[in-house]
């Protein structure tokens, strides 16, 4: 019935569009140091304020709650449905060639800079479909809110403390993922391990090393320092584990030392094996290096034991398994930090619906209990929406008479939005095939796409709200 009117209405809407993405991207919203009306720092709290300040000007009724969330409405009926969308970003990382991470810039169809498709545009497009709801005049009779948050990134505080004061809706669907609909989340896993050691005099030693910056981001850079080994008595040994891992390593003499950077491959922690991940690289160039002997030459020989490179699917720590709707377990090991009297480090596990904590945790922590580590940390439940409720028949149907493509629901490694939220899925703004270099270089999205998406959700805020 509105579909001919949604089609007419968006027809000149892609520079809104443009430019509404833009302003969101041009903000750091980096998570950054807490204070007052900004729980999460000040990037996060000067995005929210932008995108509250573009929902006002569209015609939404807006509320900035304490900092935490924002929140857009377009009437003051009872909610039918949230939209679900955050604002803060990974940090940009290395390796930005089309443009600068907060310089969004257009090229070939398509917007670049760091939040583009997490979530920045899928938060304008959110915002554009309640504007063309209100615009179109269509008679409502409940409401469709809007909440942007601020810290999806760093373990979506800023959701359970909205959520702890306010009621959840019917339906609540987040852009946080792809088309067509995610209904099955794994659970997460990400246990800290730590081993000491004394001073160690004897060389050739390791005097540091330093891999990751998120938990949640396989690690493209990492780098150590070598002391009573020359870069040319390395080298050799470099080729060597270039050849078998493909990471790629330099050579610096800093302050008496051989600095080693590892290069490989950034990706999504949730999907490890679209990287090539450094820190393991690394710990294998330093295993196969004449190091003398001692407590930290065993503690990586260790680490390169339970977390070898290529390895992500948790084989060598005895917790591979998979079942047939959320797939395999993955391991990612993506934070290490080695100095010379100890280590500290943390690898992302996402874990399938078969996944317990007898089979799943207990197992790992005795592995690394049994080389000497200390080892800490909590499994989370999986998140599942059954595929025949009312509501995802809804998205997907909308989905496949807008798009022309087969609906169906999917699972994934990564943890959107809805993780924790009762019979919430995942839906939009990336269609199938496309890659978004999600949390690396070049973040991207498809105008294109964003477009469908404000069209689409606008049908199904009319669906659900009308």
Request: glycine residues 10%; contains cysteine.
């Amino acid at each position: 019935m509105y579909k001919e009117q949604i089609e007419s209405y968006f027809s000149d809407k892609e520079r809104l569009l443009v430019d509404a993405v833009s302003r969101l991207v041009s903000i750091d919203s980096v998570e950054g140091k807490s204070a007052p009306g900004a729980p999460f720092g000040p990037g996060p709290a000067a995005a929210l304020e932008e995108a509250l300040k573009l929902a006002a000007e569209w015609g939404l009724v807006t509320k900035n709650h304490e900092g935490y969330v924002g929140t857009a409405d377009l009437n003051a009926q009872p909610d039918a449905l949230h939209l679900l969308c955050h604002l803060d970003v990974v940090a940009p990382g290395e390796g930005w060639s089309v443009t600068q991470p907060f310089s969004p810039k257009v090229v070939d169809g398509m917007i670049f800079g760091r939040g583009t498709d997490d979530d920045k545009g899928p938060a304008a497009a959110c915002l554009l479909a309640m504007k063309a709801v209100k615009d179109l005049g269509v008679p409502l009779k409940s409401n469709c809110r809007l909440i942007l948050g601020t810290n999806e990134e760093s373990g979506s505080a800023d959701i359970a403390w909205y959520f702890a004061r306010n009621p959840y809706a019917p339906a609540t669907f987040s852009p946080d993922s792809g088309f067509p609909v995610v209904n099955t989340e794994k659970g997460g896993f990400k246990p800290i391990f730590s081993k000491s050691w004394p001073l160690q005099e004897q060389l050739p030693r390791l005097r540091w090393l330093h891999g990751g910056f998120r938990i949640n981001v396989l690690p493209g850079d990492a780098s150590a320092a070598v002391e009573g080994l020359s870069m040319y008595d390395i080298q050799p040994f470099a080729r060597d584990i270039t050849a078998r891992t493909g990471i790629m390593f330099t050579f610096a003499h800093e302050d008496g030392l051989t600095v080693i950077r590892a290069r490989g491959e950034g990706s999504h922690a949730a999907w490890p094996e679209g990287g090539n991940n450094a820190i393991t690289g690394l710990v294998a160039l330093l295993c196969a290096l004449p190091l003398a002997d001692g407590p930290c030459k065993d503690a990586l020989k260790d680490l390169n034991a339970l977390l070898p490179h290529g390895d992500y699917l948790g084989r060598a720590l005895g917790i591979a398994q998979e079942e047939p709707v959320a797939g395999p377990l993955t391991v990612a090991f993506t934070l290490l930090e080695v100095t010379d009297t100890g280590l500290k480090g943390q690898f992302d596990s996402r874990v399938p619906l078969c996944a317990t904590e007898e089979n799943c945790l207990q197992v790992a922590k005795a592995a690394f209990e049994a080389r000497g580590f200390t080892f800490q940390g909590e499994q989370d439940k999986p998140h599942h929406t059954p595929a025949d409720s009312p509501f995802v028949k809804t998205l997907l149907k909308r989905y496949e008479e807008y798009t022309g493509l087969k609906g169906e629901c999917l699972s994934t490694g990564g943890g959107t939005y809805v993780h924790d939220i009762p019979g919430g899925v995942a839906f939009g703004c990336t269609l199938p095939g496309f890659d978004t270099h999600l949390h690396g270089a070049d973040e991207r999205v498809r105008i294109q796409d964003l477009m469908l998406s404000a069209k689409l959700f606008t049908h199904i805020i009319i669906d659900l709200c009308g």
